[in-house]
């Protein structure tokens, strides 16, 4: 895949966690008292916002950067994790699926990092 592509793709992640931050900050803060989820939805846009500057980080590196393998990990999990915290948050619906997917979204994340204690990241230090 094309490193600007990577890049495209890690700046919507940023600019959607930003967005929905401040939704749930102002616009949407009463609902999300209402359904009793607001620090859910606060913590679905940090761990959204963190990896999505990790993504940031990896695509401007682009092949010097190792795993690469990372990138759609932490991508696999902000749309599960954080994305079931969002629907968590503003429904109240704890259905199943919804549940299910928080969990596997963090294990996407754990996945992610694990990748770089067996694959460490290296950018032409020379070192290994």
């Known amino acids: 895949m094309k490193t600007s592509l990577q890049i495209r793709i890690a700046a919507v992640v940023m600019l959607v966690a ?4 401040a939704m749930g900050a ?9 359904t009793g989820h607001l620090e859910e939805w606060k913590t679905a846009a940090l761990y959204q916002m963190i990896h999505g500057l990790a993504m940031f980080e990896i695509a401007l590196v682009g092949k010097r950067a190792r795993p690469p393998f990372s990138f759609w990990a932490w991508l696999v999990g902000v749309f ?3 994305g079931s915290l969002y629907v968590l948050s503003y429904t109240g619906l704890t259905a199943l699926p919804i549940v299910l997917a928080t969990p596997l979204g963090g294990l996407a994340f754990m ?7 067996f694959k460490p ?7 290994d």
């Open 80 to 82: 599960l994790f954080s």
């Open 18 to 21: 930003i967005a929905l931050g």
């Open 26 to 34: 102002h616009m949407l803060k009463d609902k999300l008292l209402e």
């Open 121 to 127: 990241h290296q950018i032409d230090s020379g070192n």
């Open 111 to 117: 996945i992610g990092w694990a990748a770089f204690i």
